[in-house]
Structure formats: structure tokens, C-alpha cells
């Protein structure tokens, strides 16, 4: 797990996650998480353009986040 200090109060959580896929091995992506106002979410925008190459682990640092960037939020 990597993680990254955002701006402002947010911290970023980089991890690894296995699916498991049609063949035999499991499919390895990344998932983006953060931490900010007392919530942590999962980003699945984030992971999603993380994953296409749109955005790299380096721009965690300056990016900021809203409602649309955050799923499966816990206090």
C-alpha cells in the first residue's frame, strides 16, 4: 500500500486489489482510497482513470475530491 499527502487535509491510499477473472489467474489492478473530513472512501472514479493511464499516483498530490469521487464512504 502506498500513501500519498494530498492537498488541503487529504491523504490518499493506493493498494492493490486481485479479481478474479475468466482464466485461471486473478486479474491485479489498483484502487485508490482517501481520507479526508473524518470519512474514508473509496474512489472508484479515480481508480477507473488511474487504471486507463488518464492520471498517474503523482497526481494524487494535487488533486482534490467532491461527491462524484467518493463510493462506499465510512465515518
Known sequence: MQIIKGN?????Y????LY????DTP???EEIYFYSDS?????KDFSSK?????IKIKDLESLSV???N???CAK
Open 8 to 12: 488541503k487535509d487529504i491523504k490518499w
Open 14 to 17: 493506493v493498494t492493490d486489489a
Open 20 to 23: 478474479q477473472s475468466e482464466g
Open 27 to 29: 486479474d491485479k489492478t
Open 39 to 43: 470519512f474514508f472512501c473509496f474512489s
Open 50 to 54: 488511474l487504471a486507463a493511464g488518464k
Open 66 to 68: 467532491d461527491g462524484k
Open 70 to 72: 467518493a463510493e462506499e
